[in-house]
Structure formats: C-alpha cells, structure tokens
C-alpha cells in the first residue's frame, strides 16, 4: 500500500467544485509540507499546490489561484485540496506527496482521477 491516499475525485460539471483528501497510515502529515500534483493527459506532472510545513501558507500555480486551496486538519491526520471553478483543463490524475515544497517529495499517494466535463 501507498504510504498517502488519495479520495474525493470524481465526475464534475465545468464550475463545479471539488474536495479532494489525502490521508496516511502511520505517517504524520503534520511533520512535513504536503503538495498536490497533477497529471493531465499527453501533459507532464505539474505541481499545483503546496502547503509549507508549519507555516500554513500555500504555494499555487499561476493556472490555478483563486480556486486550488490546500488545508490540513491534524487530528484527522488529512490534507485537502479545495477545487473551486473547474475548468475542463483540471481534468487529470491528482497526486499527493508528503516532504519539502523545496527540495523535493518523499512520500506519494497513488493518484484520484478528476474529469471535468459537460
């Protein structure tokens, strides 16, 4: 099993919104910053988000501020990404990773689709 997972994803209507969560077994998410990725067909991985540790500030795409907002509830041992306003071009594979917004991930989940489409 995948040391984070992914859940939430789904079938939207462009606008629509989204809730996504990555969760962990035995591996406190608190310990480091998390970042959502994504993985859009024919295009390569692009980071989309990430939460610095300890610091509760989010770093965001350029295609995606103002409506990817990225959360963490502690005792629940969970971090959201908020989807707000999708646009056919979120349509993608959506990955979390558990390690350093700058110098690289360490864990990752396995993915959740999203497909935004009329």
């Known amino acids: 099993q995948a040391p984070l997972v992914e859940s939430g994803g789904g079938w939207v209507q462009p606008g629509g919104s989204l809730r996504l969560s990555c969760t962990a077994s035995?591996?406190?998410?608190?310990?480091?910053?998390i970042g959502w990725f994504r993985q859009a067909p024919g295009k390569e991985e692009e980071r989309v988000a990430c939460?610095?540790?300890?610091?509760?500030?989010?770093s965001a795409a350029d295609s995606v501020k103002g409506r990817f907002t990225v959360s963490r509830d502690n005792a629940r041992n969970t971090v959201y990404l908020q989807i707000d306003n999708l646009e056919p071009g979120d349509t993608g594979v959506y990955l979390c990773?558990?390690?350093?917004?700058?110098?690289?991930?360490?864990?990752w989940g396995e993915g959740t689709q999203v497909t935004v489409s009329s």
């Open positions: 990773a558990a390690g350093s917004c700058q110098y690289g991930m360490r864990y």
């Open positions: 035995g591996t406190p998410l608190e310990y480091f910053s």
């Open positions: 939460l610095v540790k300890g610091y509760n500030t989010t």
